[in-house]
């Protein structure tokens, strides 16, 4: 029996890891719970507000504790962590990228890294945007990387395009670590 929202976001979650997005509805987390999709309905209201709370949920998994003292290598440990939080949950990165979660874990991390982006002396709409910068790499190449599973290949012809041919072998490779530390420390580096 469910007594509670949490109990509502962990079986989603619950869904989520077994089954991927896709499979997540109301009446999905309603037969895992083991009760009336009613119930989930008076607790997530909306299949929308399910997933910006499944996404608050994802996101309360980067550990905001023993960050560097330095502005730069706490941001980018931050945004580490976030990426770690995404991948721990099939499909993660598309959850939490298909919502606007204002949300206490969401906005405990953007406080994080924007803090860290002011401590290095970035205005404040340049410290902003870089918090943006960084998410969207994260979840860009984080959703990437748990949607190709495998799905790479250096053989893709790319037909009568030099320069796709020249780089090819750093954008067919699954990198994925070295493509976000590269984004990363590119961001960070300032101008």
């Not at 007594?3 to 037969?31: H, I, Y």
């Amino acid at each position: 029996m469910t007594n509670s929202q949490v109990d509502v976001v962990r079986a989603a979650l619950a869904v989520l890891n077994d089954q991927g997005a896709a499979a997540v509805s109301m009446r999905s987390v309603a037969e895992r719970l083991g009760v009336r999709m009613n119930t989930v309905v008076w607790h997530a209201k909306t299949r929308a507000r399910l997933a910006e709370l499944m996404a608050d949920a994802i996101v309360a998994g980067v550990s905001l504790e023993d960050l560097p003292e330095r502005w730069r290598e706490r941001a980018a440990e931050i945004v580490r962590r976030y990426r770690r939080a995404l991948l721990a949950h099939r499909d993660g990165a598309a959850v939490v990228a298909g919502t606007f979660a204002a949300e206490p874990a969401t906005l405990d991390v953007a406080e994080a890294l924007i803090a860290a982006l002011l401590d290095g002396g970035m205005p404040e709409r340049e410290a902003a945007w870089t918090c943006w910068s960084l998410v969207y790499l994260t979840l860009g190449v984080t959703q990437e990387e748990q949607a190709a599973a495998g799905r790479f290949t250096r053989d893709l012809e790319v037909g009568d395009r030099p320069a796709l041919r020249r780089a090819l072998t750093f954008l067919a490779g699954e990198s994925f670590d070295d493509r976000f530390e590269h984004g990363v420390a590119r961001l960070l580096a300032g101008p």
